[in-house]
């Protein structure tokens, strides 16, 4: 069975299922996404984030986002103005920059619903735990990159799967979340990186820079 890739437009190909979705992987960018038809309602997917502890004071947390921002602080200047993309319920991160100086804003669709800071531009785009719930990823990754200026960065945390069989997948703890949806492999961040003029350094399985260069 063949799909239409919901990030490049390329010929997907059934790549496994499990009792919940079937998967398909795009013979162009390597994108894995759940079965569109299976994505849940905005209710239902809402109720899952709201179960998430994302609380500012847990030090686990941020430990976690420390994976991101030590490297980031490292390349961006301490007078530079951000966004974090998809916050969520308990914004964490953009605490953590402005502790060292960089003014953050804020935007996620549910919790932070205002538009107005997508329509500027940034020096430093974070985007944590965000881009696998891209039900159209050919859309909302345009919109991420086209906040950024020229040299800004793109600072994204997910999970990438970096084996290649459908058993890997399947034993794969990541896409059992019926909110993830879109699963990236290093050759699609490359895609993307090529396709947008971007520069791409993939830090770790978890972390993956991306640097506007026009």
Known sequence: MTDVCTLCGGSAVTFTKDKQRSYFKCRECELIFADPKAKLSKNSEKEVYDLHQNDPNDEGYRRFLSLLTKPLLERV???AEGLDFGCGPGPTLNLMLEDAGIRMALYDIFYYPDKAPLKQRYD???CT???EHFNAPATSWPTLVGLLKERAWLAVMTSLFTRETPEAFLAWQYKNDPTHVSFYTPLTM???AKHFGLECEILSQRVIFFQRVS
Do not use: D, K, P
């Open 124 to 126: 430093v785009v974070t």
């Open 129 to 131: 735990e965000v881009v």
């Open 77 to 79: 200047a301490a007078s």
């Open 190 to 192: 490359q895609w993307l």
